[in-house]
């Protein structure tokens, strides 16, 4: 059965109006639900992650200046988040939820989070809507406790995954793909295992072309024995942020070759949502409801 973690808390942290668009978090479950793509069973609520599996991947002292709300101005800003008690709440559920899925996933295959891909947390500082790395978290779990040995990060949210890049720098079992708009956020990249920049208003079939040639030659050389998906729909063209040219057609596509290829090579696989930031809401839903869609038709 298809897992994927979600809980009420993902919808509601945030002050009224504040510009990051949290409605997806409910939305999405609720389309699921409304097409029949998924029942309620399908669904878990993840507790809140114990702060021996944050510390074992984050600073200490990061952690605890997090926790008591201790971040200065500056730090706050760059989190792109009004620092609260919830927030904080909000993100170890989400962090558990990943770690969680990738339980799920070595047993079902595949299993998703209706949130993460905190891409941007790096060891010691949030940036970018992240306050923690919900993969690397999850990822030092399954290593840690030796369910894995070694584990790829495919990150194809349009931003680079700084945060992960730097936090497995020196870290050999785990291998950090990123695909993402050369010209996007962040400015300063940190230096992936494999990094795919990619030019301003790439289209379909160009996007494809890479994404098959690039993650094919990673899984055969690497073999990971899990992966981690961070499959933001922030490359739709639609995207406010995105400067990429992806069709939701497209973005479809892209899913559907990361999760055959997964499958096709036995290699669980644990996805976090990641960004998303279109005009339209329903945009936005349509491209993050074809991962979840995508998942019940190919392994279920
Ligand atoms: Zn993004």
Redesign the pocket.
């Known amino acids: 059965m298809l897992k994927i973690a979600w809980s009420p808390v993902y919808a509601h942290p945030l002050p009224e109006n504040h510009r990051f668009p949290m409605q997806k978090y409910e939305l999405l479950p609720q389309q699921l639900l409304y097409e029949g793509t998924v029942s309620e069973n399908n669904f878990f609520r993840p507790e809140p992650l114990s702060e021996a599996d944050i510390i074992a991947t984050h600073d200490p002292v990061y952690w605890n200046r997090l926790k008591n709300l201790e971040l200065d101005k500056a730090e706050i800003r760059r989190t792109g988040f009004p620092l609260s008690a919830l927030l904080v709440e909000r993100e170890i559920i989400i962090m558990q939820g990943t770690l969680q899925a990738a339980l799920f996933a070595l047993e079902h295959g595949v299993a998703m989070n209706i949130a993460g891909g905190t891409h941007h947390a790096f060891s010691n500082k949030g940036e970018?809507f992240c306050l923690l790395n919900d993969i690397a978290i999850a990822a030092n779990y399954l290593l840690r406790k030796e369910i894995c040995r070694k584990i790829l990060v495919v990150d194809l949210?349009?931003?680079q995954g700084n945060g992960t890049a730097e936090i497995f720098r020196h870290q050999p079992a785990v291998f950090t793909f990123s695909m993402h708009g050369e010209k996007n956020y962040p400015m300063h990249k940190e230096k992936s295992d494999r990094d795919i920049p990619l030019p301003d208003g790439i289209t379909d079939a160009g996007y494809l072309k890479i994404l098959r040639q690039e993650l094919s030659s990673v899984i055969d050389t690497f073999e990971p024995d899990f992966i981690f998906f961070q499959s933001?729909v922030?490359v739709l063209a639609s995207d406010k942020?995105?400067r990429l040219g992806l069709s939701i057609e497209g973005c479809k596509q892209r899913d559907s070759f990361v999760l055959q290829t997964c499958s096709l090579h036995n290699i669980p696989v644990a996805a976090s949502m990641?960004?998303g930031y279109s005009e339209k809401i329903a945009n936005i839903i349509e491209a993050h409801a074809n991962t979840y869609r995508l998942a019940q038709e190919i392994y279920f």
């Open positions: 970018g949210d349009v931003h933001g922030d942020l995105g990641g960004g």
